[in-house]
């Protein structure tokens, strides 16, 4: 099903649009992206990097019953991919979230990014059973990242907005058999 993003921080209209469309059949989910608006940047060059800095579409999705452990899968304009199993350790003096970050090494997403007219679309493909990280239903946020061309000043986008400067707000995430 299609849906549109909305600002992060405050949950109105964004400043770009942004949808992705959800399907899930026979344990294997997909997300498409379609992203308007964009410089492209990206900062990262390879597997695994960060690339939070530069534009980007990521899910946070897993099966912890308490949503402290969870997979993030990044996908940058270039289709280079950044997976990470999560563990939310709460939050600091600041309310900013505490994370420990275990990257993924064995690339189980599927990625694909084109360019287009008015921007690009990310599609990312995953069997469930990859991300399975407790025996609880599946949960998950949606986001897209922009820049504006730099590393400051991020547009945040989400599917479920979270009314913070942050993604990693697990109290957010929804159900995943709810929007499939």
Known sequence: MLYELKDCRTGG?????????????????????????????????????????????EILIGSDPERKVYYEIEISTENQLMIAKMTNCGVDEQNFPVLDIDFVDECFVKSNVERTDFGYIAELEFELKNIMSGDGEIYFNAYRLETDGGELDKHLFALFPTMFPKFHVPSYFCYLKDFT
């Open 13 to 57: 209209k964004p400043v770009y649009d942004t949808t992705v469309d959800i399907t899930e059949k026979d344990g294997v989910v997909k997300f498409k992206f379609t992203a308007h608006h964009t410089e492209y940047y990206s900062s990262g060059e390879k597997y695994n990097d960060i690339h939070s800095a530069g534009d980007a579409c």
